[in-house]
């Protein structure tokens, strides 16, 4: 392994700057994997196969792993140091909550700009080489501090669904329980026992937002969550997903700490360019340092890899392949400029 791959082996460093609608937290406990960590394994591993997928859906994607049950993640002191941060940040969520603008009821992505304890934990080494373990690939945490720690609230409307059905745009992430399950009624976290095409056709929606609607109830299993501090890690954009509505106004939190692909030339199913028209701060810019990590991952491998004796349409194509997803973001940014 060359000096370049081990490099990329590594998640890209978050960025110096912070937006100025986020708030940074005053006196925080430091994050201590020993001390707020307690990791286990899931019970049971669902692979994309058993959801339905073809032998060649599956090579395309960047792992067979599909989801996982919930295991314990945080330990008791961890859920304590956590759940105060996550009230914390309550106030300083993000401002479109509500407007209906977006898929989300209300949330604060990119937690780790308001607090340490969230970032250090999402990015703790840790945590993504026991995600590593369970999905059989190696994870690290996702480059675009939007969704790398992000935290999902309950809508303040409780007749709307916590978030409806949808995949993710990043391929890994981990939902983990805040809130004590115990007190919460209705909320379930629901996957769709199908391919994501299945689950569309069945709504009659296209893309990959959500609708609130149902699905057949026979095709739908819920995760459960045994207490705050657990959760389960989910290939997202394979897997239709959503979060139930709550019967009762209760305390529903949950975490999502989102994780990429390494090293960061191999393929990365980021829909960088649907996250593009978010409205969270800095997201354009976040989004484009991610690509151009990976691309240059991509080119660096490349550069290592071209011989005198190549043809010039392998050229046209490995120079493709390492340069086509940065290149269509961009074309999507200079689009949505105009
Ligand atoms: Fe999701």
Redesign the pocket.
């Known amino acids: 392994m060359g000096i370049s791959m081990n490099k990329h082996l590594k998640p890209l460093s978050f960025p110096n700057e912070c937006p100025e609608q986020y708030i940074p937290l005053d006196h925080e406990p430091m994050f201590s994997a020993k001390k707020h960590l307690s990791l286990e394994k899931p019970e049971s591993i669902y692979s994309l196969k058993n959801l339905g997928y073809s032998e060649e859906e599956i090579v395309n994607c960047e792992s067979s792993f599909g989801f996982c049950s919930a295991f314990r993640i945080l330990s008791e002191e961890g859920v304590k140091v956590m759940k105060h941060i996550c009230e914390r940040i309550y106030n300083n969520r993000n401002e479109s909550a509500g407007t209906g603008a977006n898929r989300l009821g209300s949330y604060a992505r990119g937690a780790g700009y308001r607090s340490k304890f969230i970032r250090d934990f999402c990015d703790s080494p840790e945590l993504a080489k026991h995600l590593s373990t369970i999905a059989k690939v190696t994870l690290g945490r996702h480059s675009v501090p939007a969704v790398a720690c992000g935290i999902n609230y309950a809508p303040d409307d409780i007749t709307k669904a916590v978030?409806t059905w949808?995949?993710?745009s990043v391929s890994f992430?981990v939902?983990m329980m805040m809130s004590n399950p115990l007190l919460i009624k209705g909320g379930e976290f629901q996957i769709f026992n199908g391919t994501k095409e299945e689950g569309r056709d069945l709504l009659g929606i296209s893309g990959e937002e959500g609708v609130d609607a149902s699905l057949p109830q026979e095709r739908i299993t819920s995760i459960p969550f045994p207490s705050a501090g657990y959760g389960f890690l989910q290939q997202?954009s394979m897997i239709f997903?959503?979060a139930c509505r709550l019967l009762e106004k209760a305390d529903r939190t949950t975490m999502?700490p989102s994780f990429e692909i390494l090293p960061r030339s191999a393929q990365d199913d980021t829909n960088s360019i649907n996250m593009s028209g978010w409205s969270d701060p800095g997201i354009c810019p976040e989004l484009a340092r991610h690509e151009i990590s990976r691309a240059s991952a991509r080119l660096e491998e490349l550069l290592e890899q071209v011989s005198l004796k190549d043809h010039p349409s392998d050229l046209v194509r490995k120079i493709d392949r390492a340069v086509n997803k940065l290149i269509s973001f961009k074309n999507n940014l200079e689009e949505s400029c105009k």
Do not use: E, P, Q, T
Request: no cysteine; charged share 40%.
């Open positions: 978030d949808h995949v993710d992430d939902v997202g997903h959503r999502i």
